[in-house]
């Protein structure tokens, strides 16, 4: 999606019609990564494209140890397996330069995530368009809770 169709994607009746034809996706800059929250340290090293200048949450869901097993939605995985809560830092560059903007994220304990114990959303973080390299650190290591996917998501505000 560009900026074009997500100002489209805004209108009233214009923007309806584009959802109902798939039209008005998310950008999912970083994607397909999988981590293990019990382990300290860099977790994982991406190199992303970000399409447009946009807000892209920072998104965490938790996969099943073992297939056909349910979640327990006693547990969420990001807080009450631990004593003190998940904390993960972004450290961002654009591709090629050595300057490094970093941020920290921590998930709020107790908080409510959409009432799925499986997903948590840490916060946001605006980029301009262009290619980054992304490095996902774990500061605060978890008790096991299984393959846990990141993704950074657009939430389809540019910006200026």
């Known amino acids: 999606m560009n900026s074009m169709s997500a100002a489209l994607c805004a209108k009233p ?10 039209l008005c996706v998310n950008n999912q800059a970083l994607r397909d990564v999988d981590v293990d929250l019990s382990q300290p340290g860099p977790l994982a090293t991406r190199r992303i494209d970000v399409p447009m200048a946009e807000v892209y949450n920072l998104e965490l869901w938790r996969r099943p140890l073992a297939a056909g097993k349910p979640f327990d939605p006693s547990v969420d ?9 998940l904390t993960l830092t972004l450290l961002v560059s654009r591709a090629g330069e050595t300057k490094v903007e970093s941020r920290t994220f921590v998930a709020s304990c107790p908080g409510p995530h959409g009432g799925n114990p499986a997903f948590i959303r840490l916060g946001q973080w605006r980029l301009a368009k262009g290619r980054y390299d992304v490095v996902v650190r774990n500061d605060q290591p978890l008790p096991p809770v299984g393959p846990v996917h990141v993704l950074l998501v657009g939430v389809g505000v540019e910006t200026r």
């Open 13 to 22: 009746v214009v923007g309806v019609v584009m959802y109902f034809m798939a």
């Open 77 to 85: 995985f990001a807080c009450s397996r631990a004593e003190t809560p």
